[in-house]
């Protein structure tokens, strides 16, 4: 995948599309699956904002069904059934747990009876992927950690994950291969419209300032906290800030949905290759859109709310990093953020421009289905959606199958069988070829550090072929080295001279490229 700015300035595209988070990701994706002429433009790295900062839950949203918001979780669960099975290296099954103590909020009859409605709109009720019910002593022993006082038992129930930077990044990729233009660090600066209606826009190159103008029939701006920026669109949404924890490992293959004491609101414990992220914080927001950062009090109300069930308590030494990102939901005068609906809507305005407000990640692509079906009948063209059965990289081949397939040839290679797990989960079917470099190279095979699932061929393959344009993208989104680790500047350093001849870096930029990383 190259970046190539030259090639938005030689066409007219049927389509161009404004943000590169999981919104214009599945846009671009199914919209070049269906033979439109794509392009799409992303200000800063691919999923750079809240697309890389969320819980990385493909889920139906257990929570949301006290809200009585069926519609939303039906839809969202019979997206992650399909994610599941058409890209089963990208979305992967994963347990949550729920522990019943003597004081908590929601007792287990009522809790009994959201799962089994929860199973239900998943269509698996009686399915081993449905919930159970465990006794005090089988619970705790899933969950040695957790404080035993007034437990009674707890439930565990499916849910399903992802790497959300990466399923951005793949959607990318496989938009790219269907014949898309994706350039990141490129702006979209102004709208150009003739009689009310609109004709392309003029986009800036963040890497050298050079501006084209791009001629496009359809514009889509899936631009998140950034339909803020103008009075019209703020006008449809409400914002709010996100903030999650990098802590230890403390979990194996199985998450916690947990109750803060504080206040009431549900939040996770989530196992994250070998480290446990909590979350979220759930709060309104009107500073800054382009600067969003974990506050103390955040930091704070997310040690106090997960400290209430530990055996041994964290404290702000263990905290390995934080991230924090926004998000956009439909205006509501509901008094708590928690309470507003996840729900996606698709706004045009007058001069034909659409805008897509708010949505999750797990139903982005049933969203970015219907903004195409929108862009196609405006374009007079009846074409049926692809991206309910293509993946970009699912392997063909049946997964089990060719999961124990690749995790032998790992092992024949060396390679410990949690890193293996990863690559496998990272790279789809290209993890051949980082394979294959490791067969050429035994040394690509060991771990970049110890207590992290990641290896150099893999560090390698992202520099060559992922689009990397600074440090940050690559230690932070393409792998997430740099939120997995408190990696020291000698450590950036060295890792910035291994991609350097990759990445064309001479000493001088490696420097800059490692400062800014630091900051
Ligand atoms: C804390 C938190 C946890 C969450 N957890 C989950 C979860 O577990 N599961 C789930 O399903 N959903 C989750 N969500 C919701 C989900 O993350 C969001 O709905 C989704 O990421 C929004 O994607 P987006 O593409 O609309 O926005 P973004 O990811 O913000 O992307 C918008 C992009 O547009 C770019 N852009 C803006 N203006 C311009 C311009 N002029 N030119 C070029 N580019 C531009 C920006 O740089 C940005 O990258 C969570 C949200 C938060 C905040």
């Known amino acids: 995948m190259k970046r190539e700015f030259t090639l938005l300035q030689k066409q007219q595209f049927d389509l161009l599309v404004c943000g590169g988070g999981i919104y214009g990701a599945w846009t671009a994706y199914d919209a070049a699956l269906r033979g439109l002429k794509v392009a799409?433009?992303?200000?800063?790295?691919?999923?750079?904002?809240?697309?890389?900062?969320?819980?990385?839950?493909?889920?139906?949203?257990?929570?949301?069904?006290?809200?009585?918001?069926?519609?939303?979780?039906?839809?969202?669960?019979?997206?992650?059934?399909?994610?599941?099975?058409?890209?089963p290296h990208r979305v992967w099954p994963l347990r949550f747990g729920v522990p019943v103590y003597s004081d908590s909020r929601i007792g287990r009859l009522k809790l009994k009876a959201g799962l089994m409605l929860y199973d239900f709109l998943a269509g698996i009720p009686g399915s081993k992927m449905a919930h159970h019910y465990f006794n005090r002593r089988n619970f705790s022993s899933r969950f040695s950690f957790l404080d035993t006082f007034g437990l009674k038992g707890g439930f565990s129930y499916s849910d399903a994950q992802t790497d959300d930077a990466r399923l951005a990044l793949e959607l990318i990729a496989g938009a790219v291969a269907a014949g898309a233009v994706c350039v990141n660090y490129c702006s979209l600066n102004s709208v150009g419209s003739r009689q009310g209606q609109v004709y392309g826009s003029t986009v800036k190159d963040q890497l050298n300032d050079a501006t084209a103008e791009i001629h496009a029939r359809q514009i889509v701006y899936t631009s998140g906290q950034w339909a803020t920026e103008s009075a019209k669109s703020r006008s449809w949404c409400r914002v709010t800030k996100g903030v999650h924890l990098v802590m230890p490992a403390a979990l194996t293959d199985e998450a916690l949905l947990l109750t803060a004491k504080a206040d009431g609101r549900v939040f996770f414990m989530i196992p994250w290759y070998g480290k446990t992220i909590v979350g979220t914080t759930d709060t309104d927001y009107t500073g800054d859109i382009k600067h969003v950062v974990a506050e103390e009090k955040d930091v704070a109300y997310l040690l106090n709310a997960v400290n209430h069930y530990l055996k041994t308590a964290w404290t702000g030494a263990d905290v390995i990093s934080s991230y924090a990102g926004l998000r956009?939901?439909?205006?509501?005068?509901?008094?708590?953020?928690?309470?507003?609906?996840?729900?996606?809507?698709?706004?045009?305005?007058?001069?034909?421009?659409?805008?897509?407000?708010?949505?999750?990640?797990?139903?982005?692509?049933?969203?970015?289905?219907?903004?195409?079906?929108?862009?196609?009948?405006?374009?007079?063209?009846?074409?049926?959606?692809?991206?309910?059965?293509?993946?970009?990289?699912?392997?063909?081949?049946?997964?089990?199958?060719?999961?124990?397939?690749?995790?032998?040839?790992?092992?024949?290679?060396?390679?410990?069988?949690?890193?293996?797990?990863?690559?496998?989960?990272?790279?789809?079917?290209?993890?051949?070829?980082?394979?294959?470099?490791?067969?050429?190279?035994?040394?690509?095979?060991?771990?970049?550090?110890?207590?992290?699932?990641?290896?150099?061929?893999?560090?390698?393959?992202?520099?060559?072929?992922?689009?990397?344009?600074?440090?940050?993208?690559?230690?932070?989104?393409?792998?997430?080295?740099?939120?997995?680790?408190?990696?020291?500047?000698?450590?950036?350093?060295?890792?910035?001279?291994?991609?350097?001849?990759?990445?064309?870096?001479?000493?001088?930029?490696?420097?800059?490229?490692?400062?800014?990383?630091?900051?």
Not at 50 to 66: D, F, M, N, V
Not at 69 to 84: G, S, Y
């Open 40 to 87: 799409i433009v992303e200000q800063g790295d691919w999923a750079s904002a809240t697309s890389s900062a969320s819980s990385k839950l493909i889920h139906g949203g257990l929570r949301y069904l006290e809200s009585y918001d069926f519609k939303l979780v039906r839809k969202a669960l019979a997206e992650r059934q399909m994610l599941l099975k058409i890209a």
């Open 328 to 519: 956009v939901m439909k205006r509501s005068e509901k008094t708590s953020p928690s309470a507003v609906s996840r729900d996606w809507e698709l706004r045009t305005a007058s001069n034909g421009v659409h805008y897509s407000i708010g949505g999750k990640i797990t139903s982005a692509r049933e969203d970015a289905a219907t903004i195409v079906d929108k862009v196609c009948a405006e374009l007079g063209m009846d074409v049926p959606c692809a991206s309910r059965r293509l993946f970009p990289l699912a392997p063909e081949e049946d997964y089990t199958a060719w999961f124990v397939a690749k995790s032998q040839q790992a092992a024949q290679l060396n390679i410990d069988a949690e890193s293996s797990k990863w690559l496998l989960r990272r790279h789809g079917k290209r993890s051949s070829e980082i394979l294959n470099d490791v067969k050429n190279n035994a040394a690509l095979g060991e771990r970049i550090f110890p207590t992290v699932p990641l290896i150099y061929a893999d560090l390698l393959f992202c520099a060559r072929h992922e689009m990397v344009v600074h440090l940050d993208d690559l230690l932070r989104r393409r792998m997430p080295l740099i939120i997995l680790n408190k990696i020291k500047h000698a450590e950036l350093n060295n890792l910035a001279q291994f991609v350097s001849s990759e990445l064309g870096w001479d000493a001088s930029m490696i420097k800059r490229e490692v400062e800014a990383c630091s900051i």
